[in-house]
């Protein structure tokens, strides 16, 4: 089992920056890709993110060159930054883990961004 913690939420203006954080524990050995998705209201949840144990990144086309997605292996962290944020980025965002063939969820934070 893996157990995943997001923080860092919260509401910016248009233009402005947030970072987001999830922390897991628990079988963490066992984790590979780590990312994150976002579900905006009325809609599916969709790709952010992700990055591999070696740090190889993939990002949604909308949010290439405004995001950036890290990685502590040894604080088995996984970070979000957000930078020239949209009002269209408004949404729950979803930390993930892949391990042992079973993708596992943390709760969500929510990001608010006003025009």
């Known amino acids: 089992q893996v157990q995943l913690v997001e923080s860092g939420g919260g509401l910016v203006q248009a233009g402005g920056s947030l970072r987001l954080s999830c922390a897991a524990s628990g079988n963490t050995f066992s984790i590979t890709v780590m990312g994150w998705y976002r579900q905006a209201p009325g809609k599916q949840r969709e790709l952010v993110a992700t990055i591999t144990s070696r740090s190889r990144a993939n990002y949604a086309d909308s949010v290439k060159g405004r995001f950036t997605i890290s990685r502590d292996n040894a604080k088995n962290t996984v970070y979000l930054q957000m930078n020239s944020l949209k009002p269209e980025d408004t949404a729950v965002y979803y930390c993930?883990?892949?391990?042992?063939?079973?993708?596992?969820w943390g709760q969500g934070t929510q990001v608010t961004v006003s025009s």
């Open positions: 993930a883990a892949d391990a042992v063939n079973r993708r596992y």
